[in-house]
């Protein structure tokens, strides 16, 4: 079986380049799970790892965040045979939508596919708060802080990466004159 990064590398899912980040810093090197994600095989075997993290928690539903929490929620739900479902954005703020409910005392484990300042995981969670729900941890396939997440809930990852960040003014690619690429679906 290939490992995690191998099968980041085979999918070009590990990319180099001059990127602008969701959180408005640049980055040498972006990880574009959809990439992986579009291989169902291949999110079934970075999913394993972090399904076997997870299995034993007391998890009633899965909720990711779009859009790359969503097939991350799909295939964790499937592999533990749990509901999955999503939150997405309406007029730029995290919601629940489509009828799908959070009960109150119910426990969540939010997907993801990259956390990376954790941004998209603490909306997630104020609206599962917001409706009683229970939030016991983050999943994701990669976590970018390698291993320095500064979430308040604990980080579950089938691979940890150090990727350095860059503010703008300190940016080496700004620098050398070259354009960064926005590859996320956040708007700024």
């Known amino acids: 079986m290939k490992s995690i990064i191998d099968i980041l590398k ?19 090197e972006y990880v574009q799970c959809a990439k992986v994600l579009s291989h169902p095989q291949y999110a079934e075997q970075v999913l394993n790892p972090v399904v076997d993290k997870v299995k034993s928690l007391d998890i009633d539903i899965l909720v990711g965040p779009a859009m790359g929490g969503i097939i991350v929620a799909y295939e ?3 592999q533990l045979e749990k509901q999955a479902i999503f939150t997405e954005r309406k007029d730029n703020e995290m919601t629940l ?3 799908f409910q ?5 426990r969540v484990l939010i997907t993801e596919d990259v956390v990376t ?4 995981t603490m909306e997630t969670k104020k609206v599962i708060e917001s409706l009683g729900g229970i939030v016991i941890g983050v999943a994701s396939i990669v ?3 390698g291993g320095k997440s500064e979430l308040d809930i604990p980080l579950y990852s089938a691979i940890s990466l150090q990727i350095d960040t860059y503010d703008n003014e300190n940016c080496p690619m700004c620098k050398e004159g070259k354009e960064a690429v926005k590859p996320g679906s956040r708007k700024l």
Do not use: N, V
Not at 18 to 25: C, R
Not at 117 to 120: C, E, F, I, L, R
């Open 10 to 28: 085979d999918t070009e899912a590990l990319l180099e380049g001059h990127f602008l980040l969701s959180s408005g810093k640049h980055s040498k």
């Open 76 to 78: 964790m739900g499937r």
């Open 97 to 99: 939508r489509r009828g």
């Open 102 to 106: 959070i009960e109150k005392g119910q």
């Open 117 to 120: 300042t954790g941004k998209s």
């Open 143 to 145: 976590d970018r802080t």
